[in-house]
């Protein structure tokens, strides 16, 4: 499979003042995020705290979605740009306001808003992110949680839609003529249709692969699985 390979890059993760917890004094918005232009639809149905900043829902939809946060990002709504101001050197931060100062609650206020968050420049991964529901506070909530969604995350540098169409053609046509090098550029494994193996679970704060393997496995067993009944 004839590919352009970019070199991906590490981005470091934000110390906003903000933690993940439980939503106390904070409304719990109710987000289904989909991945555009595929289809079957790639999403996710997220609860976050209304209080949470775009750097930190930045963390969130990486995790929740599958990225591995090696490309700049940034979010769009009500006809302002939001991104990482340390990212200058970047297009994506021309112009753009500080996502770290943003929140949520600022931002949608309204169920039925809209917020679109492009990641990989270049690939041009859109995801449009709508405020399905804006809930009560409730304490016994570890947020963010992702409740459910469907379809695995593309691969990172496939080449956007037109590329992920292509690779997943050929991934599920064993006679096709890039088969086999398809197959072994995505590691082996890959089922494009799969859907999240557990209901609901809590997601953790950073970004993923950015953490040691000791540091992960201690996060691992602080994670509090909170399955929603009424979903």
Not at 14 to 21: A, K, L, M, N, V
Request: hydrophobic share 35%; charged share 25%; with cysteine.
């Amino acid at each position: 499979m004839s590919k352009v390979r970019r070199k991906s890059r590490s981005i470091p993760a934000r110390q906003d003042s903000e933690t993940h917890g439980a939503a106390t004094g904070s409304t719990i918005y109710q987000l289904k995020v989909i991945l555009t232009g595929i289809y079957p639809e790639i999403w996710r149905r997220l609860l976050v705290s209304g209080n949470t900043t775009l750097s930190i829902l930045h963390e969130v939809l990486q995790t929740a979605m599958g990225w591995t946060n090696s490309h700049v990002h940034r979010f769009s709504v009500a006809g302002a740009c939001y991104a990482d101001p340390r990212l200058e050197d970047d297009w994506a931060g021309l112009g753009a306001e500080d996502e770290s100062a943003a929140r949520l609650c600022e931002v949608a206020p309204w169920v039925g808003d809209r917020v679109v968050y492009e990641y990989d420049l270049g690939d041009h991964w859109e995801h449009e992110i709508l405020v399905e529901n804006v809930l009560p506070p409730d304490p016994a909530f570890v947020l963010p949680i992702c409740l459910n969604g469907e379809g695995a995350c593309p691969p990172e540098d496939c080449g956007g839609v037109s590329g992920y169409s292509s690779l997943v053609h050929s991934i599920r046509e064993p006679r096709h003529e890039e088969h086999k090098e398809t197959v072994e550029w995505v590691g082996g494994k890959y089922d494009p249709d799969a859907v999240l193996r557990r209901k609901s679970f809590a997601i953790r704060q950073g970004f993923p692969g950015l953490t040691t393997k000791t540091r992960r496995r201690e996060e691992s067993q602080r994670i509090v699985r909170v399955f929603v009944s009424s979903w």
